[in-house]
């Protein structure tokens, strides 16, 4: 909860009425899913590829290790608002039930790595093997 309002102040969502309903209804099926743990590590995974990506790449910022958002958690206004991808959902008319919604479970998040070089980034940010991960790194 402390990440998404955070993340309404530092990409300066607008504080309006149809945001805020919309970030609450989402929060609450995230929570009431038990995804939150899901959503906050996709964003320590995104968030360490950015930071790492300009040493190990020797360029750039980091803003291009992570592609701005791939699939269906585009619909997402949490996944934008703590910075997992940088597609308003609002803004472009995305639905957040394509994601997640109550009768089904959630789709895993597409998350498009940089591919030069990929495996050093990856590496970085998910050092477990692939038996231990239940998460897609991509």
């Known amino acids: 909860k ?21 970030a ?6 995230i929570k009431q899913k038990g995804f939150s743990s899901y959503f906050l590590i996709q964003k320590m995974m995104t968030d360490e590829a950015r930071r790492i ?14 592609g701005p958002g791939r699939g269906s958690v585009c ?13 308003d959902p ?11 919604s109550p009768a ?3 789709r895993s998040m597409k998350i498009r790595f940089a591919s030069d070089p990929i495996s050093r ?5 998910d050092p477990q093997p692939e038996d231990d991960c239940p998460f897609d790194v991509e």
């Open 53 to 66: 990506s300009p040493i190990i790449l020797g360029w750039g910022d980091g803003s291009e290790a992570v």
């Open 24 to 29: 609450k209804e989402e929060y609450s099926l």
């Open 121 to 125: 980034i990856v590496a970085a940010v």
């Open 90 to 100: 609002i803004k472009h008319d995305l639905l957040f039930s394509r994601f997640l």
């Open 75 to 87: 619909g997402s206004l949490v996944a934008y608002a703590i910075g997992i991808t940088d597609v």
């Open 2 to 22: 402390e990440a998404i309002a955070q993340g309404f102040k530092n990409r300066d969502i607008p504080a309006t009425r149809e945001y805020a309903d919309r």
């Open 104 to 106: 089904r479970g959630g």
